[in-house]
């Protein structure tokens, strides 16, 4: 259940509507009769909000539960409140993007428990003599900060993370507990990096070993990571460290959780990807790409910017146009899939008797 | 290797058939000539298992290791007892579940290092004034529990773990190392919560952002994550927030390791899912459903009650019937697979071609 | 970007030869004309190596990159050297193994950080009364070593490492931070263990209840993990405890981040597993074969010696001949892929129709 603000520190709506006002989205009371001064204590969806909360509607399937929703106060888009066939009880703000609105008002929300972080450096925190972490910066408990490390003003450290030599971390980025940034990596500022990612463990470098045969000789991966700024990162993603190059994630990408990124890719700017994508060594990602959750990428390849690919494809080979791609295998009952799988296996077969008719 | 208890604790033959009964399953000694003040110090596979373990035949296909399996005495079905060819020289249990009975007796064996577990609260854990933890609850090193989080009677939070704020622990729960509960997560009784685990990090939600042109703005994730009673959670899964409601995993549901269930995602009572698994978003799963291994399921799919999803499959519609469901795409040698796979981007054609050969 | 040496601790191109000659691998100046003498600071790809790095060329397809580099030493095979059209400004070493070469001496530059590496035992470690941790061992910050464990000589555990009761490190292997060791597992000499990674976690092993129906009893992971020597496991990769007998991984085997070992796997001797990679119970893998990312194996097969696997296949069934394996859905242009896959369901019937025709 989503906290509620205390009815002494929750805003009014008409505070909400300044507020995303002032960040640029037009919205206002849809009569005068709507109560300004209403307190709203939190947000909810249509179905869960209580009688102090705000709510909205931005997918029109939704729009049957307006009428038993127990919401303060609705967020609607113009042509949406005028389809209402019945006199709404709760107070309604038109807005022509719902969801961003929400967008904005949920982070208005969080900021009192992003306020309530510990500040400070925890007495617990294992600091380098030579690391320079900023007295504005937050340290929790078990933290661990190894030699040469930068850590900047704003930042936040939670519990039992562990920053490697010489890493860097841009200020009021915020790094929940038992992140691990191995030596020389650069994180930007404003990133989000959630618990059990590791940035910067080794590639996945081997080559025949003249010594033994059979055996592998490991590569030394002495490359890094730069991460770009307001780039946030998703619980036990990894991101390996470059061969010789750099691993490089553009400003503003966000990563899911559980996702593999190999050494010597390149993400570009605003390109979003779902949780338990793996993306092979060298790969390059244009910007604003969007890859669906479990889709993995081969090695080596070049993705240009505006693609979209489908949640559990293989891309297997370079695309070179925007557009969207897909390879899923349709699912069905298992009988009818194993009697269908079967003939996958003879589809050339099939080809050349058609062919054959065809004659 | 499993761990033998030494002699002098270890249980007799019969003891450990008391414990199965108590149990609520039957089962007893072969004949009188078995010898039920044996001593049995471990449990063991047929082909493994030493002169004083117990072992037992649940798969047929195993049935061969019987006459050279070195266990003192197994655990057998009465029809593969009568079945056997030869004069068995170690004592026969007969029981009409062995697999039931080998699980309760590897509960009884596993007690034994559960009571050795590091009681009392660890000297280095760093607990907030206003965390209410029980004194019969049991703290490893380096444990963090932040503000107003509750931790019942029984628990044990092994080195490592971090516990967010206004969380809670239900009884005798067990978190092994560096698992990291974030603020406002309920885990309820009994649960079993492996190493690296990661509940209630961000679910990732973006919307365009009005104040930036190709930029997301981050949807703060306001919701919670509820676990029920008796669940078990592997090693580094990831199970994250609502963004506006809860996160909900029912009684009984067993999730293996590296899974990942994103915001809002419903699993029901006794749902069993294998390991690398990903549920997308608002996505509901019924009870008592069984999802192999690295399936995937899409965002805002209803899957009913006794669902059983292949291994590797991915499900991009709901489920309105219970029964198995299979999408894999079936493996060849490499270069019969190149040949069929050229005629899948053709399939269409194909059968165009079959439609006017018909004509 | 890789650091590099300063000048006066940096080597000689010649003393880099010298390390490669002794370690079994010819190479040589190609001509006296080239400086021995030329003070090599690190390594670089040919696009990106500065005035004072080595570089090399090993992929053909980057030989245009030779006219531009801005390298000091390259190293080529000797038909590279004699097809060059330019007098080169740099120069060159002749090896006709170049990536071989270029792995030897990434060990060589990487010694200097692995002996950078913090020494001895830090004082917040919290180390049992029991345990056997040799005078020669590197214990970081926050680590956590329980009863009876055994770790050797020159091991290295970084900072938040847990060593479960009873496990063993053998010498000169290197915990990177955040590993977690449960009880009973074993570990060779000389592996390579990263961040976040869980081995010896319960296998997923689970029996209908027999005192509530619908429920499942926990079959309680009794036996152990084995890790042979000089084997490196991936970040957050998870490799599970066996149900009696042990999971076993064999000398000299590499792993990927984020793969998933079951319970009861055998890995055999030198095999590579690409990331993502997850590994049902009971399977067993022979040596040297090679599993690109994001497979699966099901479990109970058995995979003989020198197969390949290629990145996102599904193997279902035991593999009895060496040879590459492959069965990826080829993807397309969203549309293109609609229309062939509404074929896919009814292939049975597609292939009945061609049957029709040809009678």
């Known amino acids: 259940m989503p906290i509620l603000l205390a009815p002494n520190q929750a805003p009014s709506l008409q505070q909400l509507i300044d507020v995303v006002n002032q960040a640029g989205l037009e919205c206002q009371l849809a009569d005068a009769g709507s109560e300004p001064s209403l307190i709203i204590q939190g947000l909810g969806s249509l179905h869960s909000a209580g009688a102090s909360e705000l709510s909205f509607l931005s997918n029109p399937k939704l729009a049957d539960q307006l009428e038993s929703t127990g919401a303060a106060a609705v967020i609607l888009r113009a042509e949406d409140y005028e389809a209402l066939s019945f006199q709404p009880d709760f107070a309604v703000v038109l807005c022509n993007q719902p969801y961003v609105m929400y967008a904005l008002l949920a982070q208005w929300f969080d900021q009192y428990r992003l306020q309530a972080l510990a500040t400070g450096w925890h007495n617990t925190a294992i600091i380098h003599d030579t690391a320079k972490v900023s007295p504005q910066a937050h340290i929790g408990p078990h933290v661990v900060i190894e030699a040469e490390a930068v850590v900047d003003e704003g930042v936040h450290i939670m519990a039992g993370c562990v920053i490697g030599a010489g890493s860097h971390i841009g200020a009021h980025s915020l790094l929940y507990p038992r992140v691990t940034l191995y030596h020389g990596v650069q994180v930007g500022a404003r990133c989000i990096i959630h618990s059990g990612a590791v940035l910067g463990a080794d590639g996945f470098g081997f080559a025949p070993d003249p010594r033994q045969s059979g055996a592998w000789a490991k590569i030394s991966q002495i490359g890094g990571v730069r991460i770009g700024n307001d780039v946030e990162i998703g619980a036990n993603t990894t991101i390996d460290r470059g061969a010789l190059d750099d691993t490089i994630i553009a400003d503003g990408v966000k990563l899911d959780n559980q996702i593999m990124v190999a050494h010597n ?56 146009e925007p557009g969207q791609y897909t390879g899923v295998y349709p699912y069905q009952a298992h009988q009818q899939w194993q009697r269908n799988a079967a003939v996958i296996s003879q589809l050339g077969a099939l080809r050349r008797r058609v062919r054959a008719l065809e004659r």
């Open 265 to 320: 890719v390149h993400i570009g700017a605003h390109t979003a990807i779902a949780a338990c994508v793996g993306i092979a060594g060298s790969t390059h990602i244009g910007s604003r790409c969007i890859v669906g959750g479990a889709a993995m990428l081969s090695g080596h390849l070049t993705i240009v910017d505006d693609v979209q690919i489908s949640g559990g494809t293989a891309i297997t080979s370079s695309i070179h």
